[in-house]
Each structure stands twice: as C-alpha cells, then as structure tokens.
C-alpha cells in the first residue's frame, strides 16, 4: 500500500500525522509512505528522522502583504503541479492531509488525479486549508464532535479524536518522587505550552507565591528560552519547583491532579485521553482563536474551567486551583465528563475506516 502524508508548521498538524502513520504500518506490513512538507518549517526536520521520505515544497501562509502574497500566489501554482507530477510517479492509494497551509497543493493535485483523500481536524475551529479544501473530500476525521457539522460538503465525516491521544495512554508513568516531588502530595501542572511563554511566565509568579497557602504542590514549566529570566532573582516557595522543561510531560500529567495549560490540540487530545482535570489558558495569538474554542468545547461540556489571559492574574488563578481540588464533587463529575467525551483508540477508529476508505478503490 502506498499513501502520501501532509502536514506541516506545528506539532499540531505533524505529531497527529506521524500517530497515523504509526498505525497503518501495524496494518499495512508493505506500507510505502512519501510526506509532502515546507521545506524550511519545523517538519523538514522531524520527518526525515524518522527515516520517512520526504519531499520539500516553498510555501507560506497569506498575509496582508500584497507582494508577498502574489509571490505565495505562484508558488501555490508551481507546488500544485510539482504535486501532481510525484503523486503521477509515486501512485499512491490515498493522499492524508492533516492541515497547514502546505496541504493545500498537495490535496488538490489528489483530487486532481481521482486519488481517494482523508483530512484531519485537529481543533474546534476549521483551519482556513482544511475549510478550503472540504468540498468532495472522501473521508474526513474531527477531534471534536461539534465540528461534524462544519463538514458539510465532504463525502464522510466521522468523529475520531485525536490519534496522538494513544501516545498520551501509552507514555510511561513518571512518579512525583522522579522529578523530585512529594508523592503523597496533590500535584498541579502549569505550563505553557511547548516553548513557554514570557506573558503568562510575568503573570504567573504571583500565583507561585500564593499558592504557598493551598494544599497542594506546583510544578512549573517555563519553557527552555524562559528558564534562567524567570528564576533570577527569585525565591519561590518550598511547595513549588520550577523547571525548565519536562521529557515525558504525559508520563508525569498521570500521576497529576490538575494540570494548568493551553489549549492546542496535542494538550487537549491528553487531557482527555487521561481525564485529567484542566484550567485552560488558550492563547490568543493563534489563527482564528482556536484555542479558545477548543477549551470552551470542554467548557461547555462541563469537563473543565478556562481563564481567559486577559483576566490572568495571580488571585484568580489560586482561587479557580484551590476551588476545584477542594470542591470533590465537582472535580470528579469534571473527571467523569472528560472520560465520557475523550475517545481513547482514535487512532484506531482512524484506521478502520481508511481501511475501508482502500478497500472501495
């Protein structure tokens, strides 16, 4: 079987992809797969570590620069039929995109060719390529079952979740002594994401501070370019450690009791996937406030709370912590709803119907 995978310019898109790659070779023992990324974006080096072949396109994402975006114009177009020229070669049984403006030339040369095709939607809100590209798409995967409805025009939709959601289940336990915590204490999580972030790292010594009066432990993430600025010239108190990074955040996120976080879909794929309770702190700097959207879905399904950036301030953050640990009804009725909404063999439900996605060809 032959497929040819695309996603790029965040773990967002490139971690799912790589989750359903995985899966297929347990199926498909002749799998030959050809990733179809940028070539300057952060893809161009994950991918061919894997030893997974890779073909690197010029493409950028459209701004309000009218010369720029003219020149992303032509390049869309020369990418378009450089696609259709290697799916020609390559002659695979299906084209995967997984979103980034990088799929886009590469769905449209499959559709092109009358080769079968399968998007996945990571968040709540449809990215601007995905949304493009929709119409006649024979399969599509949401992670969230409100976006069902956003699919009109594609062949089928299916509710899948997240693939990455079985790494999350899979990774390894780290107990609180490993990262030098006490295990018999009640662990909160707060991180910022990946790369960590100087406005919430501002906003959150406060918190650290006062947190000193909860019941409860703190391990804070500040990302690896945010760690020695952070800690200068601070002393914080003995029931919060702060590191710089953490390898196996999922191991560690199942021996946690509340984690604080972002909202990108890898996060959120964890935490549902764990049913572990979260205060979501989505980021407003990304396309069309996903993050947002993401977190009020589980909001809205009462399996978690969100404070907004804005309102970010040391007080309310201890009092939404402090609140829902010591409210045991509510964090189990949050960890019973988590459960109920988070599919735990996404990748699997994925697999099944791309199998069958193959077997009409």
Do not use: W
């Not at 045991?328 to 709803?337: F, P, S, T, W």
């Amino acid at each position: 079987m032959r497929i040819v995978v695309s996603a790029g310019g965040t773990g967002g898109h490139i971690y799912p992809a790589l989750a359903v790659i995985d899966k297929l070779k347990t199926k498909y023992k002749d799998l030959d797969v050809l990733y179809i990324g940028t070539k300057n974006r952060m893809e161009s080096e994950i991918i061919p570590k894997r030893n997974i072949p890779f073909m690197g396109i010029e493409i950028y994402g459209f701004s309000k620069n009218i010369i720029k975006d003219f020149k992303n114009g032509y390049l869309i177009l020369k990418d378009y039929y450089k696609c259709l020229k290697k799916l020609e070669e390559f002659k695979p049984d299906l084209v995967l995109g997984f979103g980034g403006y990088v799929t886009y030339p590469v769905i449209k040369a499959a559709k092109k060719l009358h080769i079968k095709t399968f998007l996945h939607e990571q968040n709540s809100v449809v990215g601007k390529t995905n949304k493009a590209l929709a119409k006649n798409i024979d399969l599509v995967a949401v992670s969230f079952l409100s976006t069902i409805k956003k699919f009109s025009k594609a062949k089928k939709v299916i509710y899948s979740g997240n693939p990455c959601s079985e790494a999350a289940l899979k990774a390894k336990v780290v107990k609180k002594k490993d990262v030098g915590l006490d295990d018999k204490k009640r662990l909160v999580i707060v991180v910022a994401g990946s790369l960590g972030s100087s406005t919430i790292n501002t906003k959150m010594k406060d918190f650290l501070k006062i947190s000193r009066r909860g019941d409860y432990q703190v391990l804070y993430i500040t990302g690896k370019s945010h760690y020695e600025e952070f800690i200068k010239n601070e002393k914080f108190p003995s029931n919060v450690k702060v590191v710089d990074y953490m390898d196996n955040l999922a191991g560690l996120m199942k021996s946690a009791d509340l984690i604080v976080t972002r909202a990108g879909a890898s996060t959120m794929s964890e935490v549902l996937a764990l049913s572990l309770p979260a205060i979501f702190i989505p980021s407003p700097y990304v396309a069309g406030n996903h993050q947002y959207y993401n977190a009020l879905e589980i909001v809205n399904n009462n399996a978690g709370l969100m404070l907004e950036e804005k309102n970010l301030n040391g007080k309310n953050l201890f009092e939404m912590v402090s609140g829902l640990l010591e409210n045991k009804q509510k964090y189990e009725i949050i960890k019973m709803n988590l459960k109920n909404m988070g599919i735990t063999d996404s990748g699997e439900v994925i697999l099944k119907e791309i199998g069958e996605l193959i077997d009409e060809c």
